[in-house]
């Protein structure tokens, strides 16, 4: 069958996803033909459309976050409303659907979310279709009914994950690979940081098995290999939550990889799990950077609203190692928090300033559903606006908090990259600079399709004279 899996990525610095790319590895060992359309921030719906037609999809599939979910409604009743793909089934997987099952309701266009790993679900539901028979007792999936929602069992986690084929790199397009190239191999995370995915997936896989999983280092090493016969990377990066959160698998892992790969990567992890001995083993085995989270310098607000029980001296000890170790690091650090005030985002800026990260970044807080931040903002009705596709890093909030306005988040996440990352240096220049591209880039967002069809035009004809 031809399968069309649609991957919703408007303003997402990473292009290649994990999860879609081993369901499609499985739709490929199962026989099927598999086309991957990449919804960056200029691809227009008619041209999706279009494509889905020429491919002759026999079932279509969305891979989608909560801050795609309207996107993926909107265009799904647009899919429909062409004569010739009426009858094409859709289904959605990824994050939202595990999360917000119960969302299914919202979109009749919808025939399916699945509600747990794609692996061997998706492949036997696409199976049934082909045969003609009734797909809707398919395990890990809920289903859209006349008399409302059927809601099947959820299958147990993939214990070994050894067993699936490398996630599949050539349905993307070498460009996500470059600069970028980006690799998992573990799922589940031992924290529950309030607003993350993770904490909800503790609650609804509990009893299914192992949440903590890793491929085995020898494995790991092997999808490298494979990758690196036909790319031609300067920097792997390895996406896994807490690179080191298993001690035993992170020491095969460096060893190997010294080895037989030795090219430069940059990997995350917890100020916890960053001790002086994990930094040096990790620039040994070839890291450049680590990435630590520290989302707010505030203790109290990460402790009682994050979830994040470290303290400030855990969060310098682990920088003060990554650097004595000679590594490079990046601070991940979010504003726009409910309990955030100009006062404790100034604290997160001073907090960067004294631990002297590498690199700094900052991003405005979103809601995901099924989280518990998420749900409180909901509770509490703090979310403004969740209809429209979201971006972390132009300093726009959904949120309405009380005590922090949104044209103070958005002063504040510009103020906190000139500060934190170019030292204040010539603030005022580089402030209307912010100001301005900010502002371009919110009044292009709300113009029509046809409007920045013509500014592309005119901006590839400048290229080309």
Not at 303 to 318: G, P, Q, S
Request: charged share 30%.
């Amino acid at each position: 069958m031809n399968i069309v899996m649609i991957y919703p990525c408007q303003g997402n610095m990473v292009t290649f996803n994990y999860g879609a790319a081993s369901v499609i590895a499985m739709l490929k060992k199962s026989g099927h033909s598999v086309m991957l359309i990449m919804v960056r921030d200029h691809v227009k719906d008619r041209d999706i459309i279009r494509r889905i037609e020429d491919f002759k999809a026999d079932v279509i599939g969305f891979s989608c976050m909560s801050n795609y979910w309207q996107y993926v409604k909107d265009l799904s009743k647009k899919i429909k409303s062409r004569g010739r793909l009426k009858d094409i089934p859709i289904f959605v997987g990824g994050p939202h659907a595990i999360v917000c099952a119960s969302s299914i309701i919202e979109s009749r266009d919808i025939e399916g979310f699945c509600i747990g790993e794609g692996e061997y679900a998706f492949p036997e539901l696409v199976g049934k279709i082909e045969k003609g028979i009734d797909f809707r007792d398919t395990r890990n999936f809920y289903f859209n009914d006349a008399n409302g929602v059927i809601r099947n069992e959820m299958r147990t986690l993939i214990d070994d994950l050894d067993e699936l084929p490398f996630p599949d790199r050539e349905v993307f397009p070498e460009a996500a690979f470059t600069n970028y190239a980006n690799f998992t191999f573990s799922r589940g995370c031992p924290f529950s940081c309030s607003y993350c995915c993770n904490s909800a997936f503790h609650v609804i896989f509990k009893g299914k098995g192992r949440m903590i999983r890793h491929r085995s280092a020898e494995n790991a090493i092997r999808e490298i290999e494979a990758f690196l016969k036909n790319h031609k990377p300067r920097l792997l990066s390895f996406d896994d939550d807490c690179f080191n959160k298993n001690a035993a698998w992170f020491r095969e892992f460096c060893s190997k990889y010294k080895e037989r790969i030795g090219i430069p990567y940059t990997c995350n992890t917890r100020p916890e799990l960053l001790d002086a001995q994990a930094a040096e083993a990790l620039k040994d085995s070839g890291c450049r950077k680590i990435n630590i989270g520290i989302e707010s310098g505030d203790e109290r607000l990460r402790r009682t609203v994050l979830n994040r029980n470290m303290k400030d001296e855990d969060i310098e000890r682990a920088f003060r190692n990554a650097r004595e170790a000679g590594l490079e690091t990046m601070s991940f650090n979010m504003i726009g928090i409910p309990g955030d005030t100009r006062e404790t985002i100034r604290k997160t800026m001073e907090f960067n300033k004294k631990i002297r990260p590498t690199y700094s970044q900052v991003s405005v807080f979103y809601p995901y559903a099924g989280t518990p931040l998420g749900e409180l903002c909901r509770e509490k009705r703090y979310i403004e606006n969740e209809n429209s596709v979201f971006n972390f890093f132009r300093g726009s909030s959904v949120l309405r908090l009380p005590g922090l306005s949104k044209k103070e988040i958005e002063d504040l996440f510009i103020r906190f990259d000139i500060e934190v990352n170019h030292g204040g240096e010539d603030f005022a220049r580089l402030y209307r600079k912010r100001k301005m591209r900010n502002a371009l880039l919110s009044v292009y967002g709300r113009m029509p399709s046809f409007l920045k069809n013509i500014m592309r035009l005119i901006k590839r004809r400048a290229v080309l004279n």
